[in-house]
């Protein structure tokens, strides 16, 4: 890789001890050095309203658009709330992709983890998620698929990554992962 991209990390849960979070540093450390992820959070912005976009939007909204919108690319990390992704999660993607004509998602080369305790890692929810990434002209990581189930093996107390297998799986996905920015990012 030539360059550095900088890939902002969307993580769908909000719990203070998230899987989904300690996994998102995970992969954030397994990462290429030419990546820099850096985590925003989404859990402080209003719910989508287009009446509060008619006059100032919320600050956090333009926050949130500016750091998207600096960004080359984006990574989900998200656990399944009803076969589905969370409120949070979604939200965020109706605040990005507004005002209309002004989406800070066009053409951004994205990629979706789901993380769960559960067998099926997340299956419902990553699926979900590529819906609303299609629409919203995120061109989106095909292979390999990256569901993470059974996550409370995988990760020690302090969240560090404790199983090999999984470890060598999450480096190749994210060596994937920067060959897709590389080849979709727009400079």
């Known amino acids: 890789?030539?360059?550095?991209?900088?890939?902002?990390?969307?993580?769908?849960?909000?719990?203070?001890?998230s899987f989904n979070r300690k996994m998102a540093k995970v992969l954030a450390s397994l990462?290429?050095?030419?990546?820099?992820?850096?985590?925003?959070?989404?859990?402080?912005?209003?719910?989508?309203?287009?009446?509060?976009?008619?006059?100032?939007?919320p600050a956090s909204w333009n926050?949130?658009?500016?750091?998207?919108?600096?960004?080359?690319?984006?990574?989900?990390?998200t656990p399944e709330y009803n076969r589905s992704v969370p409120a949070v999660l979604k939200n965020?993607?109706?605040v990005g992709s507004r005002p209309y004509g002004q989406s800070v998602w066009?053409?951004?080369?994205?990629?979706?983890?789901?993380?769960?305790?559960?067998?099926?890692?997340g299956f419902g929810a990553n699926h979900h998620l590529?819906?609303?990434?299609?629409?919203?002209?995120?061109?989106?990581l095909q292979?390999?698929?990256?569901?993470?189930?059974?996550?409370a093996a995988l990760l020690d107390d302090a969240g560090n990554l404790?199983?090999?297998?999984?470890?060598?799986f999450l480096t190749t996905f994210m060596q994937t992962f920067a060959t897709w920015i590389e080849t979709n990012a727009k400079r």
């Not at 926050?63 to 990390?77: C, G, I, N, P, S």
């Not at 404790?162 to 060598?168: S, V, W, Y």
Request: a negative charge; zero cysteines.
């Open 162 to 168: 404790i199983n090999d297998h999984t470890r060598t």
């Open 106 to 121: 066009n053409n951004k080369p994205g990629a979706v983890v789901s993380v769960s305790p559960g067998a099926i890692g």
């Open 1 to 17: 890789m030539s360059s550095d991209y900088k890939v902002v990390v969307l993580v769908g849960s909000l719990r203070k001890e």
């Open 92 to 94: 965020a993607l109706d």
């Open 143 to 151: 292979q390999p698929e990256a569901y993470i189930g059974g996550v």
């Open 63 to 77: 926050v949130f658009r500016q750091q998207v919108k600096a960004a080359d690319a984006v990574l989900f990390v």
């Open 31 to 57: 990462a290429p050095t030419s990546l820099k992820l850096e985590i925003i959070e989404i859990g402080q912005l209003p719910f989508y309203n287009e009446d509060l976009d008619a006059g100032t939007p």
């Open 130 to 140: 590529r819906q609303s990434l299609v629409f919203l002209n995120i061109p989106t």
